[in-house]
């Protein structure tokens, strides 16, 4: 009896394991209209509500607990600014002293205040209603999907700057790969000084600016742009964020440059999706 | 806590049904909730707590390992949906863990209190190796430093110190007595 007992329990946890595996692989090896990936599109249906409800519910509790979180860090966050304010005024003062820099920042700003995106373009405003939970992973769930027009590809914005782009699309809800994503990789160039290069975000979650030729001058307090390079995705001009470091070794062929994303991601709700 | 020998085998307790099985619904969908829109807004230590897993686990501890595994199945998929995430990388994880923390209730004496505590804590860990063992086959980067440091060590701290809650709201919420050791039937 015992036996029979042991066998079922195994038996069990063996198709169920087996189920498991089995629907990944087929998660990984159909298109996006197979079955699996059906299934989820159909479900999305119903849990995309829910947690459109859940996401403004716990809304107020969130800003709390980050309100909380910064009180915390407030004390070195006021030294680090202040360093910061002293370093930038500097920087700043280095900036305007030239007219064609003057202009590039000024261009910036007339971009950061809207003109950055043809006429011709269409948004789709969306809210987020899913983060991951896994550091593997920087993606967002929002509410817009196919029936909204949304499309694979889709570069991502808040008021702040570039958010990510559209990974996946269902019906009625859409994930995005945040710029953090260990694999996002944006076109992007320094402004005033024009060095291109890729925005890579990281499994820790930062952002840095790869394949940047030593010979390029890159300053920090910079900033980074998408560079709307033919064939890319995102059109020129949409902010990235501020260069953080600079660096270099001897034996590498391009410079180290962290960047400090414009958008903070801990804060994102409402974004807008850029349609082609 | 005393663990008993590997030969001594269980009281399969039956299949759920009825208002039991409404309980086991209940719980999964306050799993889904939780993991879906609370964890991601939570956190600390630069980690989130895995409430899909800590109530697997309570479940699993509660009732064996062939409700464990279910119920870990069952709360994978629908994370899976709901996160857009591939579909059976979490199934997989609480399957696995549902059964063996399910199997450690059937083996060893719970009465003490930090039996739950040592559950989530060594289901976390099993988690915690099985994703990134998931990942690197899925060619992602795994810096050995960050997942120990920034990854599992916050993880453990938060999900175990999480455990005692929610082994007692499971426990509420499950009435009955718990997984019957085959010593305890005779």
């Given at each position: 009896m015992n036996r029979r007992r042991v066998l079922q329990r195994r038996l069990v946890a063996a198709v169920l394991v087996l189920l498991s595996l089995g629907l990944l692989t087929l998660y990984f090896r159909?298109?996006?209209?197979?079955f699996a990936h059906r299934v989820q599109d159909g479900a999305l249906r119903v849990v995309t509500p829910l947690q459109e409800g859940s996401a403004r519910a716990i809304e107020p509790f969130r800003n709390g607990w980050n309100w909380v979180a910064d009180l915390f860090g407030a004390k070195s966050e006021n030294k680090r600014l202040k360093e910061e304010v002293e370093t930038l005024r500097a920087a700043v003062a280095e900036e305007l002293t030239t007219q064609a820099e003057n202009q590039e920042l000024r261009a910036l700003l007339d971009m950061r205040r809207g003109?950055?995106?043809?006429?011709?373009v269409d948004f789709v405003p969306a809210r987020v209603i899913a983060r991951s939970t896994t550091a593997w992973y920087s993606t967002v769930t929002i509410d817009v999907g196919r029936d909204d027009g949304v499309r694979e590809f889709d570069a991502v914005v808040n008021g702040q700057g570039l958010v990510g782009r559209i990974e996946s699309v269902k019906a009625t809800a859409s994930q995005v790969q945040l710029l953090?994503?260990?694999?996002s990789y944006v076109d992007a160039m320094v402004v005033p000084s024009q060095a291109e290069g890729l925005a890579a975000g990281s499994v820790t979650g930062s952002v840095s600016l790869q394949?940047?030729?030593?010979s390029e001058e890159v300053k920090t307090g910079e900033f980074v742009v998408?560079?709307?390079?033919?064939?890319?995705?995102f059109v020129r001009g949409i902010p990235i964020g501020q260069v953080e470091s600079v660096g270099a070794q001897?034996?590498?062929?391009y410079q180290s440059i962290t960047v400090t994303p414009a958008v903070d991601f801990r804060e994102l709700d409402i974004v807008m999706v850029v349609r082609r | 806590m005393n663990v008993r020998p590997a030969t001594s085998e269980t009281a399969t307790p039956s299949l759920p049904m009825g208002g039991e099985l409404a309980r086991l619904g209940a719980l999964l969908f306050a799993a889904l909730l939780l993991q879906t829109t609370v964890a991601p807004n939570i956190r600390i230590l630069g980690s989130s707590p895995d409430f899909a897993l800590i109530i697997v686990v309570c479940v699993a501890l509660r009732r064996g390992a062939v409700v464990g595994a279910v119920f870990g199945f069952l709360t994978g998929v629908l994370v899976g949906v709901a996160l857009l995430e591939p579909l059976g990388m979490s199934a997989l994880v609480l399957v696995v863990v549902g059964y063996f923390a399910g199997r450690y209730a059937e083996t060893a004496?719970?009465?003490?209190?930090?039996a739950p505590l040592v559950g989530v804590f060594a289901a976390t860990l099993l988690a915690n190796i099985l994703v990134v063992t998931l990942q690197y086959l899925l060619e992602r980067q795994v810096p050995f430093g960050f997942w120990v440091g920034r990854v599992l060590l916050p993880s453990l701290v938060l999900n175990t110190l999480l455990a005692a809650v929610f082994y007692l709201l499971v426990r509420t919420v499950l009435k009955g007595k718990g997984v019957l050791r085959a010593d305890q039937v005779a």
């Open positions: 159909e298109s996006d209209n197979g003109r950055i995106f043809p006429a011709s953090t994503d260990q694999q394949y940047v030729a030593k998408t560079s709307g390079r033919q064939g890319s995705i001897e034996v590498e062929l | 004496d719970l009465s003490a209190p930090v």
